[in-house]
């Protein structure tokens, strides 16, 4: 099924201008188009006395301050927040929280993972003072790792294929990395066999990110329990907890923690329905060290960067088993409802955070009355810009806004 690229704009007509150590922290335009059908029930009544104030949590005071000072840049990766999603996008009776993982210091849920794996390297000996460290990204992990190799002094190539967003090579350079484009035809698999032939060949530190246990282990210490307090918090109960994966780390170490501290929670897990890998019942091959021995047989190009490669990652693996229920995302559901949270809540997302929240949302509609559901939100849309996400956004003005602009003499 295919979405439109298109989403309606609020509150405006066409004659309107209108860490370690963290913080305890209008009526529609008549020109817009439609919605999906899954959105457009939803956001109906937007503009109208049904949509009710946001209420305000336990946030810190304004003017307080952060905290003392952090001593670098890794101390400030997690505690990040949950943010309600109102009654625009949430079905009525039921309460979403966005898991906003681009309040950690380079965006993404990925510096998580990136300082894991250094720390834990660097405990063990496997990470020697000076050494280059390598690792195989659709971007986000890239980012992170070049950023930890930044503060801490190794020096960092990356490999990523070609597919991925530019503005992700430009941040990783701008890190001080060096990235290594790979062939379109290799997918996943082609950048994590190039990292590989890399390290082996120049005796580099290889992260490993789709195999080793410090990633998962890092969102079971950290990403879990923040989930958890938080709602407790507030008195409230965890129902659902819905996310995505990449390396399935994120998934593997919260489900695993929420489901030992809250039993009853249902984790929801979403892919790609173009990329049905786990649900196709297929295990992937592998290597002696757990990496994937080629493609699996499922994966199809989908638009969802920093989900599903072309194999089923072991750290996604170990963790199956903790998912009450898999849901399929349909072609062009995360570009609409990363809009959509963008346009009704302020929030700016990836398509991967879209995707997740269009999983929120339906499982908020079959959810019983009452349910509270938290949502995985990776990265940050600026990360996005040369994708689809961005392909119905202009950079020159269009007709409204220049009707705008002709309203006074000065244009």
Partial sequence: MKFSMKLFLL?????????????TTSS??????????SLRDIVSGVGTSS???????????????YGPPLSNISEAVGNTPMVKISNKLCPEGRTIYAKCEY???????????????????????????GQTVVEATSGNTGIAVAMMCAQRGY????????????????????????????PKAGKGTGMVEKAKELAEKHGWFLCHQFETDANWKFHYETTGPEICNDLKS???????????????????GASKY????????????????????????IQTDRNEDGSPAGSHPAFAAHPIQGWTPDFIPLVLEKGLGLQDEMVEIPDGAGVETSQALARNEGILTGISGGATMWAAIETAKKAPEGSVIVAMLPDTGERYLSTPLFASIDAEMNEEELEIARSTPSF
């Fill in 258 to 281: 929420i489901k030992e501290n809250s039993p009853n929670t249902k984790v929801i897990l979403a892919e790609p329905g173009a990329a049905n890998l786990i649900g196709s019942g």
């Fill in 28 to 37: 529609v335009s008549s020109s817009t188009p439609q919605l999906h059908a």
């Fill in 155 to 182: 020096p960092c190539v990356i490999t990523m294929a070609e597919p991925f967003s530019v503005e992700r090579r430009k941040l990783m350079r701008m890190l001080g990395a060096k990235v290594i484009v790979t």
């Fill in 11 to 23: 509150g405006a007509s066409a004659t309107t201008a209108s860490a370690f150590l963290a913080p």
């Fill in 103 to 129: 309040f950690n210091p380079l965006s993404s849920v990925k510096d998580r993972l990136a300082l894991s794996i250094i720390e834990a390297a660097e405990k063990d000996g496997s990470l020697k003072p």
């Fill in 51 to 65: 949509a009710k104030p946001a209420t305000r949590m336990s946030a810190k005071k304004r003017g307080e301050g």
């Fill in 234 to 252: 507030i008195g409230s109960n965890l129902d659902y907890y819905v996310t995505g994966y990449g390396t399935g780390g994120t998934f593997h």
